[in-house]
């Protein structure tokens, strides 16, 4: 999910063109030396950003391969897809409790639990434990309430031993599991707003460098101009892909705290 999101932000995300040439403005004596080296600077970042651009494209495709087990050069390509692969469950308990990790902590602790009753009953056959615990949609409290004769012995001690070493791992899970999530929400929520950030910033210095560039031709300072909007696009369009690929492992992360896929769109 990650590898197709990331593919269709990348595919979103380009380089802006600073063809000038600062040498010609220089001999014109219509650029100053520090205004000619913030363009040659520029364009150095901009050609530096269109390789980091290939290189996370590159790193993505790798990602998918190592999924697909496939060795290095394999070529892949991402579908393309109408829908949006990943889906964001709401954010509540029973989400939590979907994830496999809590599915399986859940799973042994039912073991376990079915093993100590098993074990009491066959040493206390009049003895009733009660039903068994709900332990999906509510809180795992009621799981360290149960109360057995004094003094037990055998298989019932042992198999209460199990039992409590279940339950702790798998309340150690829930609040790993729930922390987890509410951080993964909160990173999520930072993550969109730097992206929108960074988006607005990029739009405006796009809108400067067009009429900076307009101005190279009328304006006898235009050139100065131009290095300042050159340099300015570069920084936004560098921090817009940063912003880009966090938002995207973000919402991964966030999808994958609250169960997704297990726990459902939440639509």
């Not at 001999?27 to 600077?41: K, N, Q």
């Not at 964001?88 to 799973?107: F, I, S, W």
């Not at 999808?255 to 769109?265: M, T």
């Amino acid at each position: 999910a990650e590898a197709f999101a990331m593919d269709r932000a990348l595919r979103s995300l380009s380089v802006p063109d600073l063809a000038v040439d600062a040498a010609a403005f220089e001999r014109a004596g219509l650029a100053s030396p520090i205004a000619a080296e913030m363009v040659r600077a520029a364009q150095a970042r901009a050609a530096a950003e269109s390789l980091e651009l290939a290189r996370e494209a590159e790193a993505n495709r790798a990602a998918l391969r190592y999924l697909l087990g496939l060795p290095a050069g394999t070529p892949v390509d991402f579908a393309a897809s109408d829908a949006e692969l990943l889906r964001q469950p709401e954010a509540n308990d029973a989400a939590v409790l979907a994830r496999p990790d809590l599915a399986l902590a859940t799973a042994r602790f039912r073991v376990a639990d079915a093993e100590f009753r098993a074990a009491v009953a066959d040493q206390y056959p009049s003895l009733m434990l009660g039903p068994e615990f709900p332990l999906r949609g509510g809180t795992l409290e009621a799981m360290a309430i149960l109360r057995v004769p004094v003094g037990m012995a055998g298989r019932a001690e042992a198999a209460r031993e199990r039992r409590e070493a279940a339950r702790a791992t798998l309340a150690a899970a829930w609040l790993q599991a729930s922390n987890g999530a509410s951080t993964a929400e909160r990173n999520l929520a930072a993550a969109a707003a730097g992206e929108t950030g960074t988006s607005l910033s990029l739009r405006a210095s796009t809108k400067d460098l067009t009429t900076a560039r307009l101005a190279l031709q009328v304006e006898i300072e235009g050139f100065e101009r131009f290095a300042k909007a050159a340099t300015m696009i570069v920084r936004d369009t560098m921090e817009h892909r940063a912003a880009t690929t966090a938002h995207v492992r973000a919402r991964v992360q966030r999808a994958v705290a609250y169960g997704w896929p297990l726990a459902g769109d939440g639509s």
